[in-house]
């Protein structure tokens, strides 16, 4: 299985908000990460790059 740690990004500070993210969901500037225990998270911004072989995504602040 291929899961995601994700980060947000506000201008130049990188956060690691959630670990092993299995599902992202996009519904408008709204994005909702669900991890492979069913944790969940939404944060408002947009998806700036996805790496699978770095094993992460990167997520615009608003």
Known sequence: MC???VF???GDERERIMDSVARIF???NSIQ???ILGDQMTVEGSIREVNFSR????I???
């Open 33 to 35: 990460l669900t991890g």
């Open 26 to 28: 996009v519904e408008g």
């Open 3 to 5: 899961e995601l740690n």
């Open 8 to 10: 947000l990004l506000r």
């Open 55 to 58: 094993g992460e995504a990167l």
């Open 60 to 62: 615009l602040a608003n």
